[in-house]
């Protein structure tokens, strides 16, 4: 019937300073011009509307394809009733079209009159932050309804029936509202093309904020041709499991657009709703056109999940989550049993000294790899940086199973720790792969789930594997153990990822690059020089919180002095590479640079430095002053994991109910904190453990409120493109704050334990004050009341209340990092594909 067509797409413009864009199909006929609207009309319109014809529906077709919606006319149109099972094939915007510029933005405004709606919705559907101005006329109100489920995923949308939309407002709105970068893409008539470039460059003017402006083309002429006499067609679209599918579709002939004032190319349907019925025809697809858009400038490790994600089954969903389940729990109670065997290792070999420096830069070179794993994880792959991972922390284990002296363990110390650690971080970025933002706060929670009840179990199987076989048998089974949840969990990645590769969604990694070029390319993509840069930074930075204490002049110390500038040094090279000469960024700085995300990161920092002084000291003081026993002790400070653990299961449910997280962290969260650590300076005098209980209680309830809600903002700050590297600035920023957290409280205690224990210590224990501070046995071996003890008790109260005091002042600083989000609201966006939580 069609014996051949052509399509034109209307020119437009897309800059921060204007540059023009054209593109045409062969055998190209214009068949409108671009003119102005008129003033009152809405934006779809560019003339008064003329004859309308009568719409009925004739006949139904249910399924999966395209969907036309016909205005019966004269002419072929006719024909089409009566012949509705052809095949067609439509020629229309395809998947993947969208401007890389644009999608870089802060923020996008789409705006848009009538049938203009057409090329805007992959940009809806391709940006975390996205506000829609759509202006149509009540006429069409019925194509507002039909694209309902398109609409739906749109938060910020303002539609106006009737009426023209103020572009100039819409663009001041968005540049006073402080976004660095702002993407603008029109759609639609001329006039509304025009004042959307007007209201552009006047605000680019009076504003600091930056604009990307892009023009599309506000139409498709679909034109046929039989026996001279030609039809035209204009056709809407939307977004079908994220890609775009032509929809709607409206035929005049070219008598009839004679006839008709109205603009052609503007669907015009019977205001009465009574006649808003419509003729439908089933139009088969070709193959493909329904596949789902992935994040627009990914690498491949993201790419790659979001393939996996949508070719996986709930079944496998459902049963990866309960091994990341499983794996946590079990790297939970790994954990304790690693702690618990330490002292005996060490005892083994007769020398403490050295591995309490192993754990210092054990500790350290996991804080500074984290973004690197970031990185594996980005451009190899998540099941490859967790099975490197695994296989480190595997390492580890057996080293300390076969180590035949302290210098084996203490190397064994570093592959364990950087293993673990990244096990854990990669955990995590599973998580945010496979659930939606708005459910993902439930989601971490749930993974985090498994310290309510491993505290309780790890203690009892490393006593009773002390007791049975020893340390070497404990970390053999431990690292048998640790495999059972993880390999099904690889197979299942492993399994869905070459059913995504085989089925053509997931992408194809070759290169053709020779050795040396790919050797480029990893550097380029890796970053090297900013890793280097950042991990050196790191590490130099937080060594000397952890090696004053082993140096005669302490901070005094030269190396002390240059390890902390160089430290410093390096960090602020490290952001200048990034802004300014990194070819590949470890992500675009605006998104380093983002409100939210580095106020995020100095919430997490200033928690743990707040967390770690007054805690630091806590166990022993719950010892010594309270005089609990080992067990009882530590079932305290269970409370403050176990409790906090099952509280952010709620916080997590309420995220997901309400939508938002900054004003609970702002006003319950981080005020819990501080309140909690200031009646504890209250509750510090012994025979108050009940109060102290109720304490650590609050502190639990506030601290999961403001853990998760930190989380929350950088994963909601970001594009799914950069989830991976976020949490791994998080999970530094946390490093840092709990070394300096560290040292602070040592530093309080070195200054007031001595001198109050020699203030208080009866005249014939005066001579025992070095033993006294230096030795917690020789603490407790005193008699409960005893002048001595009473003595020791009123020194460790002097020094908790100093370090409670600090705490509490540190932590007030968290209300300042936090009044620096934006109030997102994670309903807004859609980060993850596929079959997710």
Not at 142 to 157: N, T
Not at 479 to 490: E, G, M, R, Y
Not at 645 to 668: D, M, P, T
Request: charged share 15%; with cysteine.
């Amino acid at each position: 019937m069609f014996r051949q067509f052509a399509a034109a797409w209307m020119p437009g413009s897309t800059s921060t300073s204007t540059f023009q864009r054209s593109g045409h199909w062969p055998r190209t006929k214009r068949r409108h011009s671009d003119r102005q609207s008129s003033g009152d009309a809405p934006h779809d319109i560019e003339k008064e509307d003329g004859v309308k014809s009568k719409v009925r529906t004739v006949q139904q077709y249910p399924g999966a394809g395209l969907t036309m919606y016909i205005r019966k006319v004269t002419g072929m149109t006719k024909q089409l009733r009566a012949n509705n099972n052809l095949l067609t094939f439509v020629k229309g915007p395809y998947p993947n079209n969208s401007s890389t510029a644009i999608l870089r933005c802060d923020r996008i405004l789409l705006i848009c009159g009538g049938i203009g709606i057409t090329g805007l919705l992959p940009f809806a559907h391709n940006h975390w932050n996205v506000k829609l101005a759509w202006s149509l006329k009540e006429s069409a109100k019925c194509v507002q309804d039909d694209l309902g489920p398109a609409l739906a995923g749109i938060a910020d949308k303002e539609i106006r029936i009737g009426s023209r939309l103020d572009v100039e407002q819409l663009i001041a709105e968005e540049a006073a509202a402080g976004w660095e970068r702002v993407g603008v893409v029109a759609c639609g008539p001329g006039g509304l093309c025009d004042e959307v470039r007007a209201a552009v460059i006047a605000a680019a003017k009076t504003h600091k904020t930056e604009f990307e402006l892009e023009i599309e083309g506000s139409s498709y002429d679909l034109v046929v041709e039989e026996s001279g006499t030609e039809q035209l067609c204009s056709l809407k679209g939307e977004i079908h499991k994220g890609g775009f599918i032509p929809l709607l579709y409206t035929m005049t002939s070219e008598v009839d657009r004679k006839n008709n004032s109205a603009d052609p190319l503007t669907p015009d349907f019977e205001a009465d709703a009574a006649a808003e019925k419509h003729q439908t025809l089933n139009i088969t697809t070709i193959p493909g056109s329904n596949d789902e858009e992935f994040t627009a400038n990914s690498q491949y490790g993201v790419l790659a999940a979001e393939a996996m994600t949508t070719v996986w089954s709930k079944r496998d969903l459902i049963i990866a989550f309960v091994l990341l389940w499983l794996i946590q729990a079990v790297n939970y109670m790994q954990s304790t049993a690693t702690a618990a065997f330490t002292p005996f290792v060490t005892s083994a070999f007769a020398a403490h000294s050295l591995t309490a420096t192993t754990s210092v830069v054990s500790s350290v070179i996991a804080g500074g790899t984290s973004l690197g794993v970031a990185k594996v994880m980005d451009i190899w792959g998540r099941p490859q940086a967790f099975t490197v991972m695994l296989v480190l922390m595997e390492i580890g284990l057996i080293m300390m199973a076969k180590c035949e002296n302290v210098q084996t363990y203490a190397a064994a110390q570093v592959f364990y720790t950087v293993g673990y650690n990244g096990l854990s971080f990669t955990s995590t970025v599973f998580i945010a792969d496979m659930s939606q933002l708005k459910n993902r706060a439930f989601a971490i929670a749930y993974l985090s789930s498994p310290s309510v009840i491993t505290p309780w179990i790890g203690g009892y199987l490393s006593q009773s594997m002390l007791d049975h076989v020893g340390f070497r048998w404990g970390y053999g089974i431990w690292a048998f153990v640790s495999l059972v949840p993880t390999i099904p969990l690889l197979f299942i990645y492993t399994y869905n990822y070459r059913k995504a590769k085989l089925s053509g969604v997931a992408p194809r990694r070759e290169s053709g690059r020779t050795t040396f070029q790919s050797l480029y390319y990893y550097a380029v993509e890796f970053d090297l020089i900013g890793i280097i840069l950042f991990a050196g930074g790191v590490a130099l930075f937080l060594l000397p919180f952890n090696l004053y204490s082993f140096q005669t002049l302490g901070w005094r110390s030269p190396m002390i002095i240059c390890m902390l500038v160089f430290g410093l040094v390096t960090l602020v090279v490290f952001g200048i590479w990034e802004r300014w000469f990194a070819p590949k960024q470890y992500m675009p700085f605006s998104t380093l640079t983002d409100r939210t995300v580095l106020g995020a990161c100095c919430l997490s920092g200033i928690l743990f430095v707040a967390f770690y002084i007054w805690y630091s000291f806590f166990y022993s003081f719950l010892l010594v002053v309270d005089n609990l026993d080992v067990t009882k002790a530590t079932y305290v400070v269970n409370v403050n994991s176990c409790l906090g653990s099952f509280a952010a299961l709620l916080v997590g449910a309420y995220v997901r109910w309400n939508g938002r997280f900054k004003k609970s962290v702002l006003f319950v969260g981080v005020p819990g904190l501080v309140l909690s650590i200031a009646l504890m300076i209250a509750f510090r005098n012994p025979g108050q453990v009940g109060l102290i209980i109720m304490c650590i209680v609050f502190y639990a309830l506030a601290s999961s409120i403001v853990i998760i809600g930190d989380e929350m903002a950088v994963l909601a700050a970001c594009t799914h493109a950069h989830i991976a590297t976020v949490i791994a600035m998080l999970s530094v920023f946390a490093s840092i704050g709990g070394a300096i957290g560290s040292s602070i409280a040592t530093a309080i205690w070195t200054g007031v334990f001595p001198v109050r224990l020699a203030m208080y210590l009866p005249a014939e224990n005066q001579a025992d004050v070095l033993t006294i501070y230096a030795d917690i046995s020789t603490q407790l071996s005193f008699p409960v009341r005893s002048a001595a003890r009473e003595a020791i008790n009123h020194a460790y109260a002097d020094s908790q209340r100093y370090m409670l005091i600090a705490g509490a002042c540190i932590q007030a600083l968290g209300i300042v990092a936090v009044f620096f989000w934006r109030d997102l609201n994670v309903k807004d966006f859609k980060q993850v594909k596929g079959t997710v939580f």
